[in-house]
């Protein structure tokens, strides 16, 4: 299979050339660098034959950004698509898990989960672990009929056949923000893609690096909004 790996950045200084670096030299897929307007020039210097650049000139958002690296894989032919943090919270070497049962044919949508056996977690502000362990896996395994410990990484694995599937509008602007990543999982899900979850770590930097870019109220209105909004039918 075809795979790209996408790494996602905006003004993540050192941390997004740390995420790079850890990728090993031997690897089975292509590497890809998201830059949603970085001012910092830290992503300038990642471009090789390596190393894949895309780039906004301003900041779009996240949901935004992993639209136009969507479109990229289709038009370029990938079969597996692996989305990652650019900020280092991500471990690369864990890549294989998630391949792992797309390669084998047992799933379509793998995704990373910190709260199974074999996963971790550290240095996640005690609210954060409240939210992305209790509070919204339930909201979503009530809202899709399935019990799931992880539904706010955004480390996982797609088949891009998932991306080609007419029945997952995600170019729709609402979701240029957080809320392309709920949304992917839950019409996958409900849609009866295979989805498996396998562990894996994520490890959030010091604090006084910005261990976030997610701001309070909005951002989490963001990650709830999809479930709520296409629970209730009010979109697609």
Excluded: C
């Excluded at 307007?37 to 992993?66: C, H, P, Q, W, Y």
């Excluded at 969507?70 to 989305?83: N, T």
């Excluded at 990543?181 to 930097?205: C, D, N, Q, S, W």
């Amino acid at each position: 299979m075809k795979i790209l790996a996408a790494a996602f950045a905006y003004n993540e200084g050192d941390k997004i050339r740390r995420t790079v670096a850890r990728h090993p030299h031997d690897r089975n897929y292509d590497l890809m660098v998201m830059d949603d307007g970085s001012t910092d020039g830290a992503v300038k210097a990642l471009e090789s034959d390596r190393v894949l650049v895309l780039r906004n000139e301003k900041n779009k958002g996240i949901g935004f950004a992993m639209k136009q690296v969507f479109d990229y894989s289709i038009e370029h032919g990938y079969d597996v698509l692996v989305i990652q943090a650019g900020n280092d919270k991500d471990d690369p070497l864990e890549i294989p898990r998630l391949l792992t049962p797309i390669l084998a044919d047992q799933a379509d949508i793998v995704q990373g989960s910190r709260f199974l056996p074999g996963g971790g977690y550290g240095n996640t502000p005690s609210y954060r672990i409240l939210a992305t362990r209790y509070v919204h896996p339930l909201m979503f395994s009530l809202a899709v009929g399935k019990r799931l410990t992880e539904t706010t990484n955004g480390f996982r694995a797609i088949r891009t056949t998932i991306l080609r599937d007419p029945r997952i509008d995600w170019r729709q602007p609402w979701l240029d923000k957080y809320e392309l990543e709920v949304f992917l999982l839950y019409k996958a899900i409900r849609l009866g893609y295979r989805h498996m979850e396998v562990p894996v770590t994520k490890v959030y930097p010091p604090h006084q690096q910005g261990y976030t870019k997610m701001r309070p109220i909005t951002g989490w209105w963001s990650i709830l909004r999809p479930i709520v909004l296409l629970g209730l039918h009010i979109k697609k």
